[in-house]
């Protein structure tokens, strides 16, 4: 038993070794890469209700997590450009960061990965493959292997981003548009 | 050798793939051309009587040979400590060394349906097993093994939780060296043997925090063999903690007998257990790492 102990103590050893991210975006640099014109972004955070969430998870089948949602306002000058949304979906072991970007009429302008922690599965940072989502509006599909292309040993990644994009074009329908 | 082996598994520490649980299996693959060493130290203690402490040993490198064909190879070894304790036929005296190379396994992994797509996770699993050492005794004894098993994965609650469902069987040949000086009347078969074993099991693993998990597992496994038919059966049941990181991954298990039946031995202190080829608890280690 006494070799088991000391075997018990290494993994806590290595447990205690940081984790390391790798940090593509941060929120202004999102933002510019989103939305290059802008002048302003004005942050308009959004606390929802639990109605809300059960609206949002019943109008897009993706379960919301959260009851709140970082956005903010992007216009140049005082024109409406469109929103800027930063979210979180569940990776293999930690949370992605990422940035859906919405013009003035509801479409997918962009899709930006801030952080990523895993380790497979960095190739939904590929422009193409983020590409596929331009343009699409509340009500498309958006399903892997369907309207979405999944990149093959990322599935996990390609599956919540693309659910995520699903879930914040529901937020976007009943929290944001005007 | 304690300490050998600690400076051998250190450097072999810090990874990523997931194995959730200790001894059921996930149906995922490894992406292709990605690359992980395993280590894994598995403490198996207590045949209900006498002194019984092993520790097997596994050293295991796995390769995506596309995104959803993997093979690996593993290196094992194993160390034992016996004493006061004689099974007639099985654990012929006592017995002691701190690490001696057992034998190698190969195996194959075939994802057809992947979890994170598809309703349920579907793979096939092929591993092909040579022995030089009997894990019970400690004695020379040349074993080959074929196993094939059936792996599923469900995600729930957006991969947080999981299950894995295991079914599968493995044929075996085996054939002991003979011994001088055995006990008198001791029963110590040197013709070759043919055993079929069944398992079943099945897992469920909850993230209750970023990187960590928390699960139980369960495992019957029974075992056929010529001259007495079932030769053994038992349920393995209990926690595992996992932890994985961007670049290693850790998951210990602790996996208690809570019932068998079978072949038994007269001088073990429960008898509603099987605790020939079995013992009443084990603890298992594995720390994966990628690169």
Redesign the interface.
Known sequence: MRNVIQWVALPALVVAAPCYATVYHTVESAQQACFPEATQFASAGVKLSKEQMRAIEKDSGVRVRLDSQRVWRATKNAEFLGWFIVDEVIGKHEFITWALALSADGGVQSVEVMEYRETYGYQIRNADWRAQFLGKKHGAKLKLDDDVKNISGATFSCRHITDGVKRLLSFHDIMLKQ | M?VTA?VY??AL??????QLFGYVKGSETL??G?SEIYQW?T?R?DKGAGHY?A?DWKTEFEY?VS??FSASLALKSLSIDTRGLLVDGYVPGDKKFGFRFSGFEAGLKYSFL?P??DPIGLAMYWSFDYDMLDPHSGQDKDTLSAEMQLLAQKYF????LIWVGNIGYEATYAKRAEIANLPVGFDWPTDPEMELELKFGTGLSYRFV??WYIGAEALYETEFETEVGQERWTWFAGPSLH??????W?T?AYFAQLAGGGEQHPAQDDFNLHLIEKTKYE?R?K?GL?F
């Open positions: 304690t600690t598994l250190t520490a810090v990874r990523a793939d997931e992406p292709k990605a130290i403490y203690a402490e520790i995506g995104d959803r992947q994170a797509k609650l957006d991969g947080r970023q990187n932890y994985g990181g961007k670049r290693w850790a210990l603890i280690l720390v990628n």
